[in-house]
């Protein structure tokens, strides 16, 4: 399992808690305790696959924070 605390730039108090449960399935965000969606990388493109519609530039930057730090 893999766990981040990701602080998107112009929302830093509100920090996004992103965990891998398994290697090959998507990242899961959360929001304190609250589930708000998953991401993937798909043909080399960071896209949210589930839950609430969430900013395209947090989604990437998510995406580019997994893979910095992971």
């Known amino acids: 399992m893999l766990q981040l605390l990701y602080k998107y730039i112009n929302h830093p108090d509100y920090?996004?808690?992103i965990v891998q449960h398994n290697i090959g399935q998507p990242y899961y965000f959360y929001s304190k305790t609250t589930l708000i969606?998953?991401?993937?990388?798909?043909?080399?493109?960071?896209?949210?696959?589930s839950g609430r519609q969430t900013l395209d530039e947090v989604v990437a930057?998510?995406?580019?924070?997994?893979e910095q730090n992971s």
């Not at 969606?37 to 696959?49: F, H, L, N």
């Open 15 to 17: 920090p996004y808690t």
């Open 37 to 49: 969606g998953s991401i993937e990388k798909i043909d080399g493109v960071w896209k949210q696959v």
């Open 61 to 66: 930057g998510m995406g580019a924070y997994i």
